[in-house]
């Protein structure tokens, strides 16, 4: 699973050629989920409300260049990174 981003623990990443919607993997230690990136919310698993808000405000600052990675996992072609929430 390559990864884009982390920040505070918060792990970022994406799966090549990984089904619709476009979204992103989160984990943060034992947490596990999936955010869609147009919606920028939960579609799968849970985080705690801190975790959750952290994602959303990194999201939400970085939406063009997360479909831009998404397109490029589609692509098959090497992620870009990120910048990371400070």
Same mark, same amino acid.
Request: aromatic share 10%; proline share 9%; no cysteine.
């Given at each position: ?5 982390? =920040? =505070? %623990?918060?792990?970022?990443?994406? =799966? ?7 979204? =992103?993997?989160?984990?943060? %230690? ?5 955010? %869609?990136?147009?919606?920028?919310? !939960? ?9 959750? %808000? !952290? ?8 939406? *063009?260049?997360? !479909? ?9 072609? *090497?992620?870009? *990174?990120?910048? *990371?929430?400070?």
């Amino acid at each position: 699973m390559p990864e884009v981003s982390r =920040f =505070f %623990g918060i792990l970022i990443a994406m =799966f090549y050629n990984d089904h619709a919607p476009p979204h =992103f993997h989160v984990r943060y %230690g034992n947490q596990k989920a999936l955010v %869609g990136i147009d919606s920028i919310a !939960l579609l799968e698993g849970a985080l705690s409300p801190r975790v959750l %808000g !952290l994602v959303v405000e990194w999201a939400a600052l970085h939406k *063009p260049e997360l !479909l831009a990675n998404w397109e490029r996992a589609r692509r098959q072609e *090497p992620l870009q *990174p990120i910048d *990371p929430l400070e």
